[in-house]
Nanobody, 127 residues
Framework: QVQLVESGGGLVQAGGSLRLSCAAS????????MGWFRQAPGKEREFVAGITWSGSTTTYADSVKGRFTISRENAKSTLYLQMNNLKPEDTAVYYC????????????????????WGQGTQATVSS
């Protein structure tokens, strides 16, 4: 398994930006598709963005398309989520996750497809 640690959350005004990072250790990071999920108070965890092991394919939730960008740097075993034009409804705890399947050509979007999770980082957007 791979161990994941998120960072980069914080408090920002609406329209601002945050860049989340997810540092991986343990098993080779570059074998896994990766995803970002978020969970707001009283709501279920939801998919935000995903990327294949090679970085060649990305997928986004409709609510963040055009505002968020997922990327990865395999040489540094790090996943990123650049969040621009943030809205109050983006307020949540953000989690990174590594897929169960190795070297998948598709980006999984359901939480059950992911086997390793970080502890989460809080992002708060004020209006």
């Amino acid at each position: 398994q791979v161990q994941l640690v998120e960072s980069g959350g914080g408090l920002v005004q609406a329209g601002g930006s945050l860049r989340l990072s997810c540092a991986a250790s343990g098993r080779a990071f570059n074998m896994y598709a990766m995803g970002w999920f978020r969970q707001a108070p009283g709501k279920e965890r939801e998919f935000v963005a995903g990327i294949t092991w090679s970085g060649s394919t990305t997928t986004y939730a409709d609510s963040v398309k055009g505002r968020f960008t997922i990327s990865r740097e395999n040489a540094k075993s790090t996943l990123y989520l650049q969040m621009n034009n943030l809205k109050p409804e983006d307020t949540a705890v953000y989690y990174c996750a590594a897929s169960k399947q190795l070297f998948s050509s598709a980006v999984p979007t359901g939480p059950l497809a992911f086997g390793s999770w970080g502890q989460g980082t809080q992002a708060t957007v004020s209006s």
